[in-house]
């Protein structure tokens, strides 16, 4: 019963989160990708995970700043930044358009706060 409740904690999360950011995102297809706009602030590296364990580091991660600009229920308007992960592919693709507005496809990802990954 417990995890029935979670799930619908989960799923009312889920509504809010979207509901938060329907005039800045596009829901698409069937593995939960979103489309976000904004201005490209920029790209750097970002710092790598070591495991603890056996010390070893994964191939290196890059983050792209974008400002995204925000409608409040009121009608202002706010910039808010969004860091998404990027690939290193992704990275050339991002790294000539600072100053640029760009529409990035995510998908959603959170362990606690909403993250943002390019795909």
Do not use: H, W
């Not at 979103?34 to 056996?54: A, D």
């Not at 529409?103 to 990802?109: G, I, N, P, R, Y």
């Amino acid at each position: 019963m417990n995890v029935i409740y979670i799930l619908i904690g989960v799923l009312i999360l889920f509504m809010n989160v979207i509901n938060m950011f329907k005039d800045n995102i596009n829901i698409k297809g069937e593995i939960m990708q979103l489309t976000t706009k904004g201005k490209v602030l920029r790209t750097y590296e970002r710092v790598p995970f070591v495991n603890k364990e056996t010390g070893e580091t994964p191939p290196p991660v890059y983050g792209l700043q974008l400002l995204v600009d925000e409608k409040l229920s009121n009608g202002s308007v706010k910039a808010e930044l969004y860091d998404v992960k990027i690939t290193q592919e992704l990275l050339k693709d991002y790294k000539d358009k600072v100053g640029q507005t760009v529409e990035v496809t995510c998908k959603l990802f959170s362990r606690s706060d909403i993250s943002l990954s390019a795909v």
